[in-house]
């Protein structure tokens, strides 16, 4: 009888404990159902609005569009803003993100390969200043590169390579990210295409960058993301009457003369890029940079 008494008792918490559980599980499961409903809605909402006409806005702001208006579109992308479309400052985006990107990437990942595979002294010492490097804030860097810049004569009519210049950093995010790739890859297949007959530069571009491409997909994804948002580098070295769409946007409320939903339409045609590269690459992103801890 005590047995089965102690059987029960038994039975009893471990179905108080599974009745904890989920009802823990779905508290925690609506609160983020509602955090992620805070998220959407005002992007939702701004998606809605760029298809109404200004008047119908101004009258009711949470109101749904009468009708397909599609205009604000195409004003958004003849408005000026110093003398400059919305369509040329995408373009020039969309010309500083992809060599900005391909730049910093290809120098990140030869870096990356040399300090990961390649025996001298020193190299702890150069990845410890590697790590030191994403500890400085932008702030505390900023006087010294503009006046690197002023040396340099890179700003003013020089100021789209000066820009492709400070983009070419290759310490940072890609290169730790690349350097945990690079370690985690076998020295065996380095010593098998050397024994085959490669030289450095095959074993490099036909072996080791094939194993870490899912690695050089994210770098590139998280790269191209972050040289598109960027502000203050294209503002401060871009010349005048060249410049992107993230700095353009500042102005869009004084060029579109507080039209709201040509304001919407304006972020809309920002955001479509990002919004296609990362859906288009999201599981290759996380399954990179989860794929196991840093090495060193």
């Known amino acids: 009888m005590e047995d089965l008494s102690n059987q029960y008792l038994g039975v009893t918490r471990q179905k108080k404990k599974d009745v904890g559980y989920h009802v823990g599980k779905w508290i925690v499961f609506i ?8 998220l959407l809605f005002p992007f939702l909402w701004m998606i809605v609005q760029s298809f109404r006409p200004s008047k119908d806005f101004i009258k009711d702001i949470f109101g ?3 009708e397909f208006y599609g205009k604000n579109f195409s004003e958004v992308i003849k408005t000026k803003i ?9 373009l020039m985006s969309l010309l500083i993100t992809t060599l900005g990107t391909f730049i910093n990437v290809f120098l990140s990942t030869i870096a990356a390969y040399c300090l990961a595979k390649f025996k001298f002294p020193g190299r702890k010492i150069i990845y410890a200043v590697a790590i030191f490097t994403m500890i400085v804030p932008i702030v505390g860097t900023l006087p010294a590169q503009v006046q690197m810049m002023d040396a340099f004569n890179l700003k003013g009519d020089n100021g789209f390579m000066g820009v ?4 070419s950093g290759c310490f940072g995010f890609n290169f730790i990210l690349l350097y945990s790739s690079f370690v985690s890859i076998s020295d065996s ?14 074993t490099f571009f036909k072996v080791i960058l094939p194993q870490a491409r899912g690695s050089i997909i994210a770098c ?11 502000y203050s580098t294209p503002y401060l070295f871009l010349p005048r009457g060249h410049t992107t769409l993230a700095v353009g946007l500042n102005q869009i409320q004084t060029a ?5 939903p040509m304001m919407f339409a304006s972020m809309l045609v920002a955001i479509i890029p990002v919004l296609i590269l990362y859906l288009c690459f999201q599981k290759k992103i996380i399954e990179s940079t989860n794929a196991g801890g840093l090495k060193g």
């Open 31 to 38: 609160v983020f159902v509602i955090y992620a409903v805070t």
């Open 64 to 66: 749904l569009p009468s």
């Open 82 to 90: 110093d003398g400059q479309t919305i369509g040329n400052m995408f």
């Open 164 to 167: 492709l210049f400070l983009y």
């Open 189 to 202: 297949y380095i010593e098998a295409a050397s024994i085959d007959g490669a030289g450095r530069f095959k």
């Open 220 to 230: 590139s994804v998280l790269q191209a993301l972050a040289l598109w948002n960027d």
């Open 256 to 260: 579109t003369k507080g039209n709201y």
